[in-house]
């Protein structure tokens, strides 16, 4: 796309976009949220394109920052960023898309790369859940979400930061810690791999006098100003010490136990190029999934899912936490995706997904996935099929489509690493602290499938 065709035009890219098969999720979820048609919701689009034009300024970012345009109201890329993942702030293309980003302003959502960046950020169950606990924890943070707070750590001389936590022996880009007593997950993340959204670009959408329109949700603390949105030649630096203080600071004030936990337990290393390197090929190592399929199982597609699920019944009191969770019990906000993502894993392995399955699959979500949107669509955007030689369809999860930061996730729950349940789960302590190091879920599922019904 010619990005500088969105300045003369910004209505058409965004239409277009709207348009597109493969649009943002952002879109289906405006429709289904407001009980809107298609034709209305392009209508207001156009509507809000046009005041943003009139109001459209210029932004200038910092020169240590690699920005990636995005489309407006969403987190979906206007370009292909991988290859700039490896790139210095100084590359001539890194400055160009500086510079196109800025020149459009408010037209796009702008995203940028987290090279020497950790952001922490802090999940709610709720928008309620939020509300009740912003007070004891607006301050400490540097962007108000909708569902929580984001706070940013830069660093000059290293490209990322690795962490360790609960048992894991390897370095990774991206650990979760869950605080149960306010409803709410801390992500840590840190990687030239992982995009996260500029907050001024932020917009979110609400539906007020019959139309769509563009409300700012983040709120930018003054430090934050200071750090991101300063032009100065540099940005203000931070330590790793800082970074787990931070978190511990966090926790003490829900939970002390868990917090003497992370102070044990969390390990953070700052990363040059050629550390990062190694762990990142570990990272890919661990979540090859092309590898990983080829030692199929061996009942992969035979059953409908109705057959799993009744399955799944038959040996309900067996099953590890995660599994249950994900097919048999009531999933809260917040939690939604992240057990779809699980799950993603798992039903290809055991289900003949067509047409048909994947409505049952659709419909069984809707019911018991709470506030879980598009389960459908989100669906074939996780799965890849190809065709059989005896004419079937086999079907796996794929990075087709998905960002970088989203697949790093999936295969947070492929291997169990932060799950919520790990110290409640006998798979867990077996499979991941015992010899057996490694087993994924779905292997888990099946050799219990497997011992119960001598498939």
Known sequence: MDLENILTNPEEYIVKEFRSKKRAKDFDEIIEKYGLDEEKVEEDLREM?????????????????IVIPAYKFTKKPLIRWEELQEKLPNDREVIHYRYICGKLGYLINTLFLLRNFVVIDLDFNSIED??????????????????????????????????KYKGIKKLNFWTTIHIPEINAKIDVRSSPRLLVIYPEQSHYIIFEDNILKAKKYRCISHECRCMIFSSDI???????????????????????????????NLELKPLEIDEYRQVLSHVQESSNVKDDYNSVIPITGNLTYNEFKNILQMIHNRLPPCIKVAFLEN??????????????TIIPFFVHVDDNELEKIAEDFHKRYESFRS??????????????????????????????????????????????????????????????NGLKPRNILFNLIKKIFQV
């Not at 999933?331 to 993603?344: E, I």
């Not at 669509?377 to 794929?398: A, C, H, Q, R, V």
């Open 130 to 163: 939020k509300e009740k606990y912003k007070k004891n924890v607006f301050k400490m943070f540097d962007v108000e979400t909708k569902r929580g707070f984001h706070k940013y750590f830069y660093f000059d001389q290293y490209v990322a930061v690795g962490f």
């Open 49 to 65: 394109m046009r005041i943003l034009k009139k109001k459209n300024i210029t932004f200038t970012y910092p020169l240590e920052l």
């Open 331 to 344: 999933v809260k906000t917040g939690y939604c995706y992240a057990f779809a993502r699980l799950s993603c």
């Open 234 to 264: 540099y940005l203000l630096k931070s330590s790793v010490d800082s970074i787990k203080d931070f978190i511990i600071s966090l926790i003490k004030m829900f939970n002390e136990n868990l917090a003497k936990s992370i102070e044990n």
């Open 375 to 436: 389960p459908k669509k989100y669906y074939w955007n996780y799965f890849m099929f190809s065709i059989k030689p005896d004419g079937n369809l086999e079907g796996y999860p794929t990075r087709f489509g998905i960002s970088d930061d989203v697949y790093l996730q999936i295969h947070q729950y492929v291997n169990c690493n932060n799950c919520e349940y790990n110290d409640q789960c006998i798979y867990f302590r077996r499979n991941f602290l015992g010899k057996e």
